[in-house]
């Protein structure tokens, strides 16, 4: 993989798109509550939000199938 | 994947004739315009869509026995501008117009036309009773865009200010393989080709390649090398990736159901994670950022991903029908001549 940065790290944003997945990007590893890596192949990822992947923890679009929806930013209190 | 080089294909109509005979000689006026092209159906236009692939593919591939100073001779693109002309009406013809509401939010426009989109159900019929040979027809007929998988949008990326082009960046350098080419997935397309006994090499199969799959292929050659339809051209890429991860996860479905193993679905079910990842870039930063820094292509962007959807419905519906009737869904092979 290329990394224009080279060593340089780059901090971690995790950014919910949305009515979809949130979004990992920099330099992040991903493990299971072990402590064992999980495999990631690309710069950026994305985790399911909905709940409903078949291949948590990443997202597989399922979210679309289900209509969920949630807002990119924090949602209100409810009631608030 | 060894490096591009078609043969010219045999024509099937007047207008391939003409531009595959003056292709045939050197650059220059020998190319004669064809005058305004009547045509009844430009999309299902055997001739049409064929002579505008070939113009088109000048820009991405050698050809053999062709110069390449076709590419850019004043008369070849006068000839394009000719297929265009009715193509792009066509297509306009089947796009309803965005209102001023979707133009406020693309991002969330794109999601709504996209869940009320209703196509044929194509990937599901592959999923769970096609054929191998539907199976290996589909995958035939997609390798007009697969082995070319992210070139017809990275056109754009000049023509985009900072915002759209990091992101159409960060969606095509994921399409190229991120710096790895045996990631590309152009090239993870070609193994799964091979793996499945078709032929990977780049063109080989445009003599059977109908009408409507070459237009969908055209469409987005169309959009990517005008600029004046860069709108177009992301939502174009917008609308493909977030119709891709639920297709992608039945075709790869249906290779297992057949008994193929990963080294065939390898390409699908890189489409699953990769495509989850690309639409909500392409659908908010991409689409809505350009939306944001030039309001006034939003309703160009809403324009591609809807004739994306059209477009494909027709090619989708096309399969089906065919195959419904016991037909095969590709062009017969062309009679070699004597």
Known sequence: ?80 | MARRLIELPSPCGPLSERLFDALEGAPGASLEAPGAVESADPIADEDLQLALYVAYELHYTGISGVDEGWEWEPSLLGFRAELERPFEAAVADLVQPADEGELASVGAALQAIVAEDVGPPLSRYLETQGTLEQMLEHVVHRSAYQLKEADPHSWAIPRLSPRPKAALLEVQADEYGGGSAERMHAVLFANTMETLGLDPTYGAYLERLPAVTLASVNLMSLFGLHRRRRGACVGHLAGFEMTSSIPNRRYGNALRRLGFGREATHFYDEHVEADSVHENIAAWDLAGGLAAEEPEVAADILFGARALLQVEARWATQLMDCWERGESSLREPAAVPA
Not at chain 1, 7 to 24: F, K, M, N, W
Not at chain 1, 39 to 58: D, Q
Request: hydrophobic residues 25%; contains cysteine; charged residues 25%.
């Open chain 1, 1 to 80: 993989m290329v990394d224009p940065n080279g060593d340089q790290p780059s901090p971690v944003t995790i950014t919910p798109y949305p009515d979809g997945p949130y979004l990992v990007r920099g330099d992040f590893v991903v493990t299971d509550q072990e402590g064992n890596e999980l495999p990631t192949e690309r710069r950026t990822i994305a985790l399911c939000r909905c709940g409903k992947s078949r291949m948590r923890p990443f997202c597989d679009g399922t979210h679309k199938l289900i209509g969920f929806e949630a807002p990119s930013g924090q949602e209100p209190w409810p009631g608030g």
